[in-house]
């Protein structure tokens, strides 16, 4: 069904199961694990897809080492096994990731950790050799039964420095061990979504809606025509994560606060040294100031992050100009000999956390962990399930917590599980994908180059991309490695609205440096004719998204064309 068949469905019957609020990762994978229980459930996203937080995560898919030292044992075993799962499930955009911890001290923070772990203190300390050992150990241990990934391993000085010349010289030993990343977090969202609708009819989901309360129940407002749709769901569930309060109240459900999240920043940065530096490695470190920082290989660029601090008004943020500074000082700590200039930072981002409230003072101690809240509203309100808290390697886990718990509420039993259910090109994603790639090649005419390229965009995917693109004859864009029929297809398959959701979203052009205002141009003059815009239309999209470049991502407009030429490589 597209936008306005959904529409018109739900104009005709406004009585549904479920209301899921939230596009982000968390509402869909709950709306994923309704639809596939054939549930009557709607998703309503006031924005586009996985464009907060889920949009701004660290790109790792991760067992959380460093929750050890607060006891959430718990949570880092459920978060190893849903980082396996998603491997196997999402071979597509889910890899194996190799970590080294660079390690300064031996016996720093034994006495920190114990008094820190029994809650006696909030302060961060440095983390000696022997701290982090132990936490390692456990980490195998976690995984012991299933394991898919290599034991960690400890590396003396010498060997340290020979494998990353580098790393800063006060070094004493390092120890690797793996966990995993995510090259195209928001496009694995937008698949879940997809195989959610594609379960049945009685799963139906739009972007750019806003949801409020009327005397008589519900109501969703259609930001692109202003439509007002009233709804009468049996059960609402609310997964808007750092706007959870913001969103009960929005809806007339006042209950106490819920969420206290706190704001996570990035870098993209363009410096060949700095990649070549990595060896493939993940870095994951300790700042001067004891806060754990990363920098890995993303994309042909390197990622650097974050910062925790916490935030208000979650619509407000964005990575500011003394986070820049603190992250690229984390960074000279680390690789002191290598300099970063400001034009060669491509990218900023930054999303809050979704964490329980806490008045903890030290924002690294706030659980990570995620449950479940029923608000039983007034009576022209169904009952709300609150889902509070959580992180991104754990989506699947928690969506499954939360449909368990509506499910029970409306009286149906599950059906089907999603533990080893693939996600989208996922699906039958060869163990040969080079055999595969020159057996795509052949059937669709293009060059094994080619064939890989969709592979990674698409996973399995790609077939019906190539399907799509045969059509017509193809057109590369200007030098970013995506044809005009690539973006068409997006555009006509993918529920995209305006710029920012097919550079920023469904593609990973913006963030990996690959935009210039030509490019730009071509993709404006490509959605006006397949959405039908004006020329006053799309010239408003443009600067709109302009805009957003400028303000929520750092980018000089200015230098878009230069900083674009400045790329050796084509964005992936």
Not at 238 to 254: H, Q, R, S, V
Not at 565 to 572: E, G, I, V
């Amino acid at each position: 069904m597209n936008r306005s068949e959904i529409i018109a469905a739900l104009r005709d019957q406004p009585e549904v199961a479920v209301l899921v609020i939230g596009g982000g990762i968390n509402g869909i994978s709950v709306f994923r694990e309704l639809a596939l229980q054939g549930v009557d459930v709607v998703l309503a996203e006031k924005g586009d897809y996985c464009c907060g937080a889920s949009a701004a995560l660290s790109r790792m898919v991760h067992g959380g080492l460093r929750y050890l030292e607060n006891g959430e044992f718990k949570l880092v075993r459920e978060s190893l096994l849903e980082r396996d799962r998603l491997l196997k499930n999402a071979p597509h955009y889910v890899m194996p990731l190799p970590t080294t911890v660079p390690v300064f001290d031996t016996f720093s923070g034994i006495a920190n950790g114990v008094v820190r772990f029994f809650g006696l203190t909030r302060r961060p300390s440095r983390r000696g050799a022997l701290v982090i050992k132990a936490g390692l150990i456990m980490y195998d241990l976690f995984t012991a039964a299933r394991r898919l990934l290599p034991k960690h391993r400890f590396r003396r000085r010498a060997e340290t420095l020979k494998t990353w010349p580098a790393i800063n010289p006060a070094i004493r030993s390092s120890a690797t061990y793996y966990d995993a990343w995510v090259s195209r977090p928001e496009r694995l969202g937008f698949e879940m979504l997809h195989d959610a609708m594609a379960a049945g009819s009685s799963a139906r989901a739009l972007n750019y809606v806003r949801v409020s309360s009327s005397e008589e129940g519900l109501v969703l407002t259609d930001a692109l025509s202003n439509a007002a749709l009233p709804l009468r769901p049996r059960l609402v569930i609310n997964a808007t994560g750092g706007w959870i309060d913001l969103t009960n109240t929005a809806i007339g459900a006042f209950a106490p606060p819920m969420m206290g999240g706190t704001k996570g920043s990035h870098l993209i940065i363009n410096n060949g040294e700095l990649f070549n530096a990595l060896d493939g490695h993940m870095i994951y470190y300790e700042n001067e100031d004891g806060r754990i920082c990363i920098l890995f290989p993303y994309l042909g660029n390197v990622l650097v992050g974050s910062t925790d601090i916490r935030v208000d008004d979650p619509e407000q943020v964005r990575c500011e100009d003394d986070e820049r500074r603190y992250i690229l000082q984390s960074l000279s700590f680390v690789f002191p000999s290598i300099a970063i200039s400001d034009e060669e930072i491509m990218f900023r981002f930054s999303g809050v956390r979704p964490l329980p409230a806490s008045e903890d003072s030290f924002t690294g101690r706030i659980p990570r962990d995620h449950f479940c809240e029923f608000i039983e509203g007034p009576g022209h309100l169904p009952p709300i399930l609150c889902m509070i808290g959580g992180k991104w390697t754990t989506f699947r886990s928690f969506g499954a917590l939360a449909a368990d718990m509506a499910l029970k509420r409306l009286g149906l039993a599950r059906s089907v599980s999603t533990e080893e259910l693939a996600i989208g090109g996922g699906c039958d994603f060869p163990a040969d994908c080079t055999q595969w790639c020159l057996s795509f090649a052949a059937r669709h005419g293009v060059t094994p180059e080619r064939a890989s390229t969709l592979l990674e965009r698409y996973g399995t995917w790609a077939e019906d991309v190539a399907g799509y693109c045969a059509r017509t004859p193809e057109a590369m864009l200007t030098q970013c490695g995506y044809s005009a029929n690539e973006i068409r297809f997006i555009i006509e398959r993918e529920h995209v609205e305006c710029l920012a959701d097919l550079f920023l979203r469904r593609t990973t052009i913006a963030i990996a440096g690959g935009l210039s205002l030509d490019l730009i141009d071509e993709v404006s003059n490509i959605m006006a004719l397949q959405k039908g815009w004006d020329a006053t239309k799309a010239s408003a999209e443009r600067l709109d998204f302009l805009s957003l470049l400028e303000y929520r991502h750092g980018i000089d407009l200015s230098n878009l064309s230069r900083i674009h030429d400045k790329r050796s490589a084509l964005c992936a």
